[in-house]
């Protein structure tokens, strides 16, 4: 249970100020963190907005510690949902190339086949 667990430090980072941001990234693809000093890294439907993706879990890649842990959501299809652009869909490849590109392991990855976005998910892990 997570609430035995002590030393947990909770950071929300986003591209604009709202509830629960802790942090507001000046440029989308330099997280304000040092490098190696994050455990775990959690996405979840951002990558379909994001212009440059690669760029994104390349700088996930950077602050994640050796041993880390990255899980990702994101969806392989679905309807546009401009927020404030809608680029790119996933499949079971893409986390194999993002893996291969940015020296990570991926652990596991599924297609869920349910719902309207069908999202592709990911779990890497940093050596």
Sequence with gaps: ?????KNIKYLSIDIEQGDGVDI?????YNAPIEDNSVDVVISGQ???????FWLTIKDMARI???????LLVAPSC???HRFP???????????????KWVNL???QAW???TGQWKDQVGMFKKP
């Design 46 to 52: 951002m990558l379909e907005h994001c212009e440059f």
């Design 78 to 80: 679905g309807s546009v």
């Design 105 to 107: 392991e991926l652990v």
């Design 85 to 99: 652009v809608d680029c790119w869909r996933f499949y079971p490849d893409a986390y194999k190339a993002l893996a």
């Design 64 to 70: 994640l510690r050796s041993g880390g842990f990255i």
């Design 111 to 113: 297609h869920d086949q």
């Design 24 to 28: 507001v990234m000046n440029d989308p």
């Design 1 to 5: 249970m997570i609430n035995n667990i």
